[in-house]
């Protein structure tokens, strides 16, 4: 199988690091703001006047287009200079075709969406060839959820799964899905990863737990199979006794009285649960340890998770492989304004710090946004209801903002698709949706808003010039941040390589971290 390798030399992987964060850096004003603050922010004000020429002036096609590196010639030196080098760095994407996703059956595929199906599938088959190559026997799930992933890898390749899930309820579906399926080879477990040493123990202890589970359910399920056998044998001897002569069948009787004695010794479930006791007695902890390989996997890590994966398979000698997919990277944790987990490398931490760039909530969030993919796809139509999903909200915003008003909101979604046929309609639906901390009256703040909007829809243009720049840049924040994780590892002695496993129009966050430790 052929890997998008990020990692072919340190020095490549710190020049385009360097590149980036250089980029990164200067063109800040494109991210670092809140986009329902587009208003307040006024992040147009930044744009230089010469590319502002340029890009109210773009046509569907050509502001689609922008971030797979189209230019004129006439254009300012600057502008095509930024679009050409943030296209060039930007983070692989295509599916890799190597891959060959898994065929289901009907009750296998119960309860996955389109979404989750492409995935799983996908994943799937990369996970079992890392399992191959890696001798892993035994596939640590984190954050399994309702167990799709684990029930096609122990189904379909007969893989053992470990589910770790942090939600109870989630472990409970899973179970459900186990129980309907009478799955011996999957064990779900709640359980919250953690970067702590006190997690990290008890991640030891879990997976020790679940392979004495694995060891006692195999000699079961070995002694139920001899019994079996022997079963087979007495009805074969039952066929031979009526075809034999009568000196023969005085035999064969005698034969058939064995076997019965036999098969009745087999079946006597508490001796069987007896020897899997002795057998457990006389096996030591580094024998049932031995006795397995682990390839820690997690598709879709929010936030922390991914950082305290790649520390526990760091850390933990008993698991040898890996492969994680990210997601949410604005989730992770902040400690006195810095995140914890990003930068991870040394590397990374050293370029960021010496270029002062700063990881801010909206800088993360951009690397968790919709890739160029979908933006190609975009019509002018649905240009326009982005335009005013930015614009509606934001000045709601400005409003709260200028009056000194707290804004909250009654319910998760203020708006609907139905509610941007124009401005009234919206302003009316979703001012019975949230709530101001002032004392005026509905009718004074929907004429204020109003005439906010008359006065800044001049600006609306702003909205998609801004939006496709971020796109450009959103492939290269989202390097950045695997990049780093990829040095983290070769940091701490552990090669590494990404590849696409999904189609990112699919699913976006399609890169798969990926590594195995040597024998």
């Given at each position: 199988?052929?890997?998008?390798?990020?990692?072919?030399?340190?020095?490549?992987?710190?020049?385009?690091?360097?590149?980036?964060?250089?980029?990164?850096?200067?063109?800040?004003?494109?991210?670092?703001?809140?986009?329902?603050?587009?208003?307040?922010?006024?992040?147009?004000?930044?744009?230089?006047?010469?590319?502002?020429?340029?890009?109210?002036?773009?046509?569907?096609?050509?502001?689609?287009?922008?971030?797979?590196?189209?230019?004129?010639?006439?254009?300012?030196?600057?502008?095509?200079?930024?679009?050409?080098?943030?296209?060039?760095?930007?983070?692989?994407?295509?599916?890799?075709?190597?891959?060959?996703?898994?065929?289901?059956?009907?009750?296998?595929?119960?309860?996955?969406?389109?979404?989750?199906?492409?995935?799983?599938?996908?994943?799937?088959?990369?996970?079992?060839?890392?399992?191959?190559?890696?001798?892993?026997?035994?596939?640590?799930?984190?954050?399994?959820?309702?167990?799709?992933?684990?029930?096609?890898?122990?189904?379909?390749?007969?893989?053992?799964?470990?589910?770790?899930?942090?939600?109870?309820?989630?472990?409970?579906?899973?179970?459900?899905?186990?129980?309907s399926d009478n799955n011996a080879k999957i064990i779900n477990v709640t359980f919250e990863m953690e970067d702590s040493k006190e997690s990290l123990m008890e991640f030891k202890k879990l997976i020790y737990s679940c392979f004495e589970?694995?060891?006692?359910?195999?000699?079961?399920?070995?002694?139920?199979?001899?019994?079996?056998?022997?079963?087979?044998?007495?009805?074969?001897?039952?066929?031979?006794?009526?075809?034999?002569?009568?000196?023969?069948?005085?035999?064969?009787?005698?034969?058939?009285?064995?076997?019965?004695?036999?098969?009745?010794?087999?079946?006597?479930?508490?001796?069987?649960?007896?020897?899997?006791?002795?057998?457990?007695?006389?096996?030591?902890?580094?024998?049932?340890?031995?006795?397995?390989?682990?390839?820690?996997?997690?598709?879709?890590?929010?936030?922390?998770?991914?950082?305290?994966?790649?520390?526990?398979?760091?850390?933990?000698?008993?698991?040898?492989?890996?492969?994680?997919?990210s997601c949410c990277y604005h989730r992770m944790t902040k400690l006195d304004d810095k995140y914890m987990h990003f930068p991870m490398s040394k590397g990374v931490g050293s370029m960021m710090s010496e270029n002062g760039l700063v990881?801010?909530?909206?800088?993360?969030?951009?690397?968790?946004?919709?890739?160029?993919?979908?933006?190609?796809?975009?019509?002018?139509?649905?240009?326009?209801?982005?335009?005013?999903?930015?614009?509606?909200?934001?000045?709601?915003?400005?409003?709260?903002?200028?009056?000194?008003?707290?804004?909250?909101?009654?319910?998760?979604?203020?708006?609907?698709?139905?509610?941007?046929?124009?401005?009234?309609?919206?302003?009316?639906?979703?001012?019975?949706?949230?709530?101001?901390?002032?004392?005026?009256?509905?009718?004074?703040?929907?004429?204020?808003?109003?005439?906010?909007?008359?006065?800044?829809?001049?600006?609306?243009?702003?909205?998609?010039?801004?939006?496709?720049?971020?796109?450009?840049?959103?492939?290269?924040?989202?390097?950045?941040?695997?990049?780093?994780?990829?040095?983290?590892?070769?940091?701490?002695?552990?090669?590494?390589?990404?590849?696409?496993?999904?189609?990112?129009?699919?699913?976006?966050?399609?890169?798969?971290?990926?590594?195995?430790?040597?024998?």
């Amino acid at each position: 199988m052929q890997f998008v390798n990020e990692m072919d030399t340190k020095e490549d992987a710190l020049f385009s690091t360097q590149r980036i964060v250089e980029l990164l850096m200067k063109y800040r004003w494109v991210f670092n703001f809140q986009v329902t603050r587009f208003f307040i922010e006024k992040p147009w004000k930044d744009i230089p006047e010469q590319w502002k020429k340029v890009l109210t002036t773009l046509t569907t096609e050509e502001i689609n287009l922008l971030p797979f590196g189209y230019i004129k010639n006439d254009w300012p030196r600057d502008l095509k200079e930024f679009i050409l080098t943030a296209s060039e760095l930007a983070l692989p994407r295509n599916i890799c075709t190597e891959i060959k996703p898994c065929n289901l059956a009907p009750h296998v595929k119960r309860g996955m969406n389109p979404k989750k199906l492409h995935e799983v599938c996908h994943i799937a088959s990369l996970i079992n060839d890392i399992a191959t190559k890696t001798g892993c026997d035994v596939v640590v799930d984190v954050g399994s959820g309702l167990g799709y992933l684990g029930h096609v890898l122990s189904t379909v390749y007969g893989l053992k799964v470990i589910g770790l899930e942090s939600k109870q309820c989630h472990t409970s579906g899973a179970d459900k899905r186990l129980f309907s399926d009478n799955n011996a080879k999957i064990i779900n477990v709640t359980f919250e990863m953690e970067d702590s040493k006190e997690s990290l123990m008890e991640f030891k202890k879990l997976i020790y737990s679940c392979f004495e589970k694995f060891r006692k359910r195999e000699a079961i399920e070995d002694n139920l199979n001899r019994a079996d056998c022997t079963f087979h044998a007495h009805i074969e001897d039952e066929g031979n006794f009526s075809a034999t002569s009568n000196s023969e069948n005085q035999k064969g009787l005698h034969h058939e009285k064995d076997t019965h004695i036999k098969m009745k010794q087999t079946k006597n479930y508490p001796e069987c649960c007896g020897n899997v006791g002795e057998r457990k007695s006389g096996s030591s902890a580094s024998d049932v340890i031995d006795a397995y390989r682990c390839l820690l996997i997690g598709l879709h890590c929010c936030g922390d998770l991914t950082p305290a994966m790649l520390k526990f398979y760091s850390q933990v000698d008993i698991v040898r492989g890996l492969c994680c997919v990210s997601c949410c990277y604005h989730r992770m944790t902040k400690l006195d304004d810095k995140y914890m987990h990003f930068p991870m490398s040394k590397g990374v931490g050293s370029m960021m710090s010496e270029n002062g760039l700063v990881p801010t909530v909206p800088f993360l969030r951009l690397a968790a946004q919709e890739t160029r993919a979908r933006w190609k796809g975009q019509t002018e139509e649905s240009h326009q209801s982005h335009v005013k999903a930015v614009a509606y909200r934001s000045l709601l915003e400005l409003y709260a903002h200028q009056e000194n008003l707290e804004f909250s909101k009654l319910f998760r979604k203020i708006a609907t698709a139905g509610d941007f046929v124009d401005f009234s309609s919206y302003l009316e639906k979703t001012l019975s949706r949230c709530q101001f901390s002032s004392t005026r009256d509905k009718e004074s703040m929907t004429a204020q808003i109003r005439a906010l909007n008359e006065e800044y829809e001049e600006y609306y243009p702003f909205v998609e010039v801004i939006t496709v720049l971020q796109v450009l840049l959103q492939p290269l924040i989202e390097r950045l941040i695997i990049q780093d994780r990829l040095l983290w590892l070769s940091e701490n002695g552990h090669p590494s390589y990404i590849i696409s496993v999904f189609d990112d129009v699919i699913s976006p966050r399609n890169i798969a971290i990926c590594s195995s430790k040597s024998s």
